[in-house]
């Protein structure tokens, strides 16, 4: 009898045994295989020198304390199919629950039911997300920039006062900018206009009183959830690390693994929770708008708005059919989908206009959203492959298709605008169908993945790096221990750490566009004071001279206002005092247009 033989008989004698002794196995389950090999080697029905046995320099991995098959014998032994795991719960804790929580806590614009589809885009194109807030704030600044440009400093002008001025037309410019969607400096012509057409009855400097005060006001309409969003940021952390400390989130049902790799996966919602948080939105979907549209009134006297100027329809197109252009247009409340409003979705990356030094350029824009998605990928990917048995199995694998098909999703986005195959209403309604294609797919694969989609003996053997030396270790806990001293704690904080890197280099990259919106309290309420409080009894008539605009205090003239009789120590004149800081009788632009 030769030893092919030999082992021939073996086999079938496993085979005999499993039928008697148990129901028939159709599906892996690691624990269940150890303890049917187990069995069969102390009842003398399987051989230690079986084939079933991987073989390390030879020697068959037959110890009772380190079983190792060959994924045939694991296969024949243990079944070919896949199984669910025991502990579903504890697995889907891990990464599920903070998951959902960040993305419950990402800033979305209100729109409306239709703002959830932005979760989809989120889902399943989070770099053209990222790179889509990170161009959005490119925007602002850049109208802060072409505000400085096109605003010059007063011979005797104070520069606070002088920053605070560009500051403000600099707010006006980016909500314009909202309003429009157009991506290029169109803002710039609108305010010019709106300053040409101002009522002959309003100075220059009162123009920009009105100005301040809707800057104040845009910037004071707008929600900052960023503290709430750390909570939650907080909280993934804390469900990241119990996943492996014990002294944390107390003794596991399993030892850590795989769960790890897929919470590190979604790590990249960190700095696309936290940035789209530091920019904040609008309370309401109107509310620039109106803001907008009672500016110009008071500016111009009209007492109907222009609903050409902001609220205009917005025109798509596309050339889907044989090449020919299709066009239409869509009411301004609908197409704030896709113009502007949404900041996790502007398809415009090159924008039209340069604002000065400061700027960035889409490449790098691109390269800072793309990091967050390639850092989470590759360290989850790593600590997947130290999880036992070490190389790449069908789980790290599922991540790596996972990454490409992010980057396939952000490079259609890309190039269907950017060849001009579909624009406005088109391209956003191509791209949600485009983003759920790949979104749904992606979230079904993880969640099936931590169930025990992948729990099989082909899937542990890491058959895709050591294919004919793949093998599957049936009592990993103590591998698995070692890796939660040792490896797993430095792949997490450099994971972590690197995210909050990530999230710095974004927040200064953006730190003068989002300066706009984001006045710290103080701030707003000396703007607001400036505005309201000493400037509340101002009038408008006909040729009205600087003393008019003035407050009007009962005791107390024009002349003793403007410093001709100042009595000393009275509340008006510091009243007067700080008005006449933040405000300057000086004309507010000095662009060379024609002032009524």
């Known amino acids: 009898m030769t030893l092919t033989q030999g082992i021939s008989r073996y086999t079938l004698l496993v085979y005999l045994t499993l039928s008697i002794t148990t129901t028939t196995v159709l599906a892996f389950q690691k624990a269940q295989c150890n303890q049917i090999v187990t069995d069969l080697l102390n009842n003398g029905s399987l051989s230690t020198d079986d084939s079933i046995f991987y073989r390390s320099n030879g020697l068959p991995m037959s110890n009772l304390d380190n079983l190792i098959l060959t994924v045939p014998g694991c296969v024949d032994t243990c079944g070919a199919g896949s199984s669910f795991y025991v502990d579903i719960g504890p697995r889907l804790s891990t990464w599920l629950i903070p998951i959902l929580l960040l993305i419950g806590n990402a800033h979305f614009a209100r729109l409306g039911r239709e703002k959830y589809l932005m979760i989809l885009h989120i889902l399943g194109d989070p770099i053209d997300s990222m790179w889509s807030l990170l161009t959005k704030a490119e925007l602002w600044s850049r109208c802060y920039s072409l505000a400085r440009t096109y605003m010059h400093q007063h011979a005797h002008e104070d520069p606070e006062h002088y920053e605070r001025r560009i500051l403000d037309v600099a707010t006006v410019y980016a909500a314009i900018e909202d309003l429009l969607g157009s991506g290029t400096d169109q803002f710039r012509l609108h305010f010019e206009q709106i300053l040409r057409e101002k009522r002959p009855d309003m100075t220059t400097e009162h123009f920009y009183h009105l100005t301040k005060e809707v800057a104040n006001e845009l910037s004071d309409s707008r929600s900052n959830e960023l503290r709430r969003a750390g909570l939650a940021v907080l909280s993934y952390l804390y469900h990241v690390i119990a996943a492996f400390v014990e002294a944390v989130g107390g003794k596991s049902s399993s030892p850590p693994g795989g769960r790890i ?126 999880t036992p048995t070490t190389g790449l199995g069908c789980r790290s694998v599922m991540l790596l298709v996972i990454f490409l098909l992010w980057v396939t999703s952000a490079f259609i986005t890309w190039v269907t605008w950017r060849t001009g195959l579909a624009t406005g209403r088109y391209h956003y309604m191509l791209t949600t169908a485009k983003d759920a294609v790949v979104a749904v797919p992606i979230v079904v694969l993880i969640f099936l993945s931590s169930c025990g989609l992948f729990n099989s003996c082909y899937c542990w053997s890491a058959v895709f790096s050591r294919r004919g030396d793949a093998h599957v270790i049936l009592d990993d806990s103590d591998e698995r221990r070692y890796n939660a001293e040792t490896y797993y704690p430095g792949l997490v904080t450099s994971c972590l750490g ?30 607001w004071l400036a505005t309201h409080a000493h400037r509340r009894h101002l009038t408008f008539s006909p040729g009205a001279s600087p003393e008019a605009l003035m407050p009007r205090t009962p005791g107390y003239s024009p002349e003793v206002l403007l410093g001709k009789s100042k009595p000393l120590g009275s509340p008006e004149l510091a009243a007067l005092e700080l008005d006449s800081r933040i405000s300057s009788s000086e004309p507010l632009l000095r662009m060379g247009m024609v002032h009524h």
């Open 498 to 527: 690197a995210q909050f890197l990530i999230v710095l280099w974004m927040l200064r990259l953006i730190r003068h566009g989002s300066t706009l919106f984001r006045r710290d309290e103080q701030q707003k309420q000396q703007d």
């Open 261 to 386: 790799g897929t919470a590190l996966l979604l790590s990249f919602l960190i700095p696309l929770v936290l940035v789209s948080n530091a920019m904040g939105g609008y309370t309401s979907r109107r509310t620039c708008l109106r803001i907008m549209e009672r500016y110009v009134k008071t500016v111009t006297g009209n007492s109907v708005e222009d609903l050409r100027r902001f609220s205009a329809a917005k025109p798509s197109r596309h050339f889907f059919a044989a090449g020919r252009e299709t066009s239409s247009t869509t009411d301004f409340y609908s197409a704030q989908l896709w113009t502007g409003t949404v900041t996790c979705y502007t398809p415009r990356k090159s924008l039209g206009f340069v604002g000065g030094k400061r700027d960035n350029s889409p490449a790098l824009l691109l390269l800072a959203a793309l990091l967050p998605v390639f850092v989470a990928t590759v360290i989850s990917i790593t600590e997947i492959c130290l």
